[in-house]
């Protein structure tokens, strides 16, 4: 038996780590990290730097290298076979730090259930026949960072808002009926095929950390800016994980 606690810590920051996030990093014989590319390896140094403010102990710590994904290749074509090579993955790590079972912690961006492939990952090794209790614990999300850095409410009277990707705001552009649209994972500067008639952005990168970066004003007179900061960030880092709200007048 493997309990597996996924702990949300959102963007990095260690004031989004919730108390409860902390009792279960505390409690875990091992905490299991990803180690991407070289050139992010700013990403695995975020996680190890709250490990170190937690536990204070790296013997607890496990790194496994994350496979990567075909970023040539259709995202949805390509998302399953990706999936399955990172369930290969913590497999054999569960096998060699764990082998007899115990508590086993992963620190998860954000939270595990939003726009985050986790949980899916945990069917997969279910699927194979590993036995795993499952608890998540939600930390401070990409979307409530935004909102509180710019310091404006999420909806508008009595609206609802789309939580949508990059991807899916390129491919089928704004949904009908909507006012607010929260877009994540936009990697391709999707809000450029967007109206900017009316339009307001508020964006935001590394949300909460000493890097973070900020821009609002109308789509017309900041996506150029936009687009320049988190190319030259992305070069800078070695990543970027930012958000950003549009809303219509």
């Not at 790590?93 to 949980?119: C, F, K, N």
Request: net charge neutral; glycine share 10%.
């Amino acid at each position: 038996m493997i309990d597996l606690h996924l702990i949300g810590i959102g963007t990095g920051s260690p004031d989004h780590l919730t108390r409860a996030g902390e009792a279960a990093m505390r409690a875990a014989d091992v905490i299991l990290l990803p180690r991407k590319r070289a050139d992010t390896a700013d990403l695995l140094d975020v996680r190890l730097a709250l490990c170190d403010a937690v536990v204070g102990e790296r013997g607890r710590v496990a790194i496994f290298d994350l496979p990567a994904r075909d970023a040539a290749a259709p995202y949805l074509a390509t998302i399953g076979t990706w999936h399955d090579a990172i369930a290969d993955a913590w497999a054999k790590a569960i096998a060699r730090h764990l082998p007899g079972g115990g508590r086993l912690a992963l620190l998860v961006w954000g939270d595990p259930s939003l726009y985050d492939s986790t949980l899916r990952i945990t069917d997969r090794l279910r699927a194979r026949g590993m036995v795993l209790n499952v608890t998540v614990t939600p930390g401070i999300t990409s979307l409530q960072a935004l909102t509180a850095a710019h310091a404006i409410p999420l909806n508008t009277l009595g609206a609802p808002v789309t939580i949508t990707t990059g991807r899916r705001l390129a491919d089928d552009g704004w949904p009908a009926g909507v006012d607010t649209l929260a877009v994540m994972l936009d990697g391709q500067c999707a809000f450029d095929t967007v109206d900017p008639a009316g339009v307001t952005m508020w964006w935001g990168a590394y949300l909460g950390m000493s890097q973070q970066a900020l821009a609002a004003g109308p789509l017309s007179e900041i996506a150029a800016d936009v687009r320049t900061r988190r190319a030259a960030l992305r070069t800078e880092h070695g990543w970027i994980m930012d958000i950003y709200l549009l809303r219509r007048a």
